[in-house]
C-alpha cells in the first residue's frame, strides 16, 4: 500500500546507544548487575550470572568450551569486546564469519557474537542440521532496526508505482533484516557489504538507471560519489512521509533513493574530530568507515571497511600514525597489535557499539551452560520461503560481482 504520513519511530537500540559512553577508556568487563545499573532493556537470564566477574566468567567459558569441543563454533565480529574475541574461533566481518561458519559442517551449533541480522545470514549460509544462536536475543542492530520490514514493502510499493517494473534496482547492505534481503532477491536486487559496495553498485547501474539503497544513507551516499552519481541526484527516503517526502516527478529524476538510516556509532566521527587529530599530529593518517557521514569521509585520508582498515594499519610502516573512525573495541585491538605505530580512536569518549555490546560474557556462557544440559537456547531461524529468496540476493553479490 502507499506510504502515508507515519508516526516517526526511533529504535530502542538507537535510543540506548550512548548508554555505555564512558571517558575513562576503560571498556573492562563488569559484571552483569553493574551493566544492567545503566537501566537498557537486555535478555534476562538467571539471577546466578548476574553477579559473577570478568576471571570466574573466562575460566567458566573455557571450561564450558573445552567440554562443547568441536560441536560448537564461536564467531566474534571485530567490533566485540576483547573478552569474548579470546574465545572466538574466528573472527571477522558479518560475511566472511557466517561463510566460515558454513565451511565447518562437524559444528553443530554456531554461537554468533554479533547482531541479530548476522545470524540470520548465518543461519541462511549454513546446512540444514546447524543451529544458529545469538548469545544474547536482544543483541539487534539500530541502523538494522531503522528499517523494518513494513516501511520497506511500503516503499518498494510506491516506486514501482511511481517509476514502473523494472525502473528501480533495490541493493541492501548486509546490515538489514533476512526479509529485506527476501525483497531484493525477488526483485533483481542484490545485496553488499562495505567492502564491495561500489561494485555492487554499479552491478546495478549496468541493469536500471536508479537504485534504492537500504538502509545506510551514508553508504550508500559515500558509495554514489565514488561511482560519479551528482549528489543532487541522491535523495534520502523519509519511510515517515508519503512517497518518502518528495514528488513523484523528483523520484522520476533521481539516480539513487537512499533510505533514511544510519549507523549510531559511525555518524558520531565528525570533521571537527579530524582537524583535532591533524593539529595534534601534522603527520597522522585518518581512516574511516564508509558509515561516516559524507564530510568526515571525504574529511579523511583513507576509507574503507573493517577488513581494509585492519589490512591498511597492519601493513603500514612503524612508526606510522592513525587516527581511525571505526568502533571503539576494533581500534583498540588494532592498537595493541601494532604496537610499532600509534593508533587511536578519532573520538575521544569511549563509545562501544552498545549492540554489539550486549554479547557480555555471561551471555556466552549462559549459553553454553545450556548447550551442556541440552538445550538450545536463542536459536535464530530464517523461514524456508525468506531464505531462499534471501540466498539469491546474497549469490548474486558472491557470484555476480
Ligand atoms: S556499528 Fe553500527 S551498523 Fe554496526 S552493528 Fe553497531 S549500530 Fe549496527
Not at 564512558?22 to 553493574?34: F, I
Not at 570533521?271 to 559524507?294: G, L, S, T, W
Amino acid at each position: 500500500m502507499p506510504t502515508t504520513e507515519k508516526i516517526p519511530y526511533i529504535p530502542l537500540t538507537e535510543v540506548e546507544q550512548s548508554a555505555f559512553c564512558r571517558t575513562d577508556e576503560s571498556l573492562d568487563v563488569k559484571p552483569l548487575a553493574e551493566e544492567f545499573a545503566a537501566v537498557v532493556s537486555w535478555q534476562s537470564i538467571p539471577g546466578e550470572y548476574h553477579y559473577l566477574g570478568g576471571e570466574e566468567l573466562t575460566r567458566r567459558i573455557r571450561e564450558a568450551r573445552n567440554a562443547l569441543g568441536t560441536r560448537l563454533v564461536i564467531l566474534g565480529h571485530h567490533y566485540q569486546r576483547d573478552e569474548i574475541i579470546q574465545f572466538a574461533d574466528f573472527r571477522g566481518d558479518s560475511l566472511k564469519l557466517s561463510q566460515q561458519a558454513a565451511a565447518q559442517p562437524d559444528a553443530e551449533f554456531i554461537v554468533f557474537c554479533g547482531v541479530h541480522f548476522m545470524a540470520e545470514t548465518a543461519d541462511i549460509l549454513s546446512a540444514p542440521h546447524q543451529k544458529v544462536i545469538l548469545p544474547n536475543i536482544t543483541a539487534g542492530c539500530s541502523m538494522s532496526d531503522m528499517a523494518r520490514t513494513d516501511d520497506v514493502l511500503d516503499c518498494w510499493d510506491d516506486l514501482t508505482n511511481v517509476l514502473g517494473e523494472g525502473g528501480i534496482i533495490p541493493i541492501t547492505y548486509m546490515n538489514s533484516t533476512a526479509a529485506i534481503k527476501a525483497l531484493c532477491g525477488r526483485n533483481g536486487g542484490i545485496v553488499c557489504t562495505s567492502s564491495n559496495a561500489p561494485a555492487v553498485m554499479k552491478w546495478a547501474y549496468e541493469r536500471g538507471e536508479r537504485i534504492v539503497f537500504f538502509p545506510d544513507q551514508h553508504l550508500g551516499r559515500n558509495t554514489g560519489l565514488k561511482l560519479g552519481v551528482p549528489l543532487e541526484k541522491m535523495l534520502v527516503w523519509n519511510p515517515f512521509k508519503p512517497l518518502g517526502g518528495h514528488t513523484a516527478e523528483e523520484l522520476q529524476r533521481s539516480k539513487a533513493i537512499l533510505w533514511q538510516g544510519h549507523c549510531s556509532v559511525h555518524t558520531r566521527f565528525s570533521v571537527a574530530q579530524i582537524n583535532k587529530a591533524r593539529a595534534a599530529y601534522p603527520d597522522i593518517n585518518v581512516i574511516v568507515h564508509p558509515e561516516c557521514v559524507m564530510e568526515t569521509g571525504q574529511a579523511a585520508d583513507f576509507d574503507g571497511s573493517t577488513e581494509f582498515i585492519i589490512k591498511k594499519i597492519n601493513e603500514a610502516p612503524a612508526g606510522s600514525k592513525w587516527a581511525v573512525g571505526t568502533e571503539i573495541s576494533l581500534v583498540n585491538r588494532i592498537a595493541q597489535e601494532n604496537p610499532d605505530k600509534l593508533v587511536f580512536c578519532l573520538d575521544s569518549v569511549v563509545c562501544p557499539c552498545s549492540t554489539m555490546y550486549r554479547t557480555h560474557p555471561a551471555y556466552l556462557l549462559w549459553t553454553m551452560d545450556c548447550l551442556l544440559r541440552g538445550e538450545v537456547t536463542n536459536q535464530i531461524t530464517v523461514d524456508e520461503e525468506t531464505a531462499r529468496y534471501a540466498r539469491i540476493a546474497l549469490d548474486r553479490m558472491l557470484n555476480e560481482v
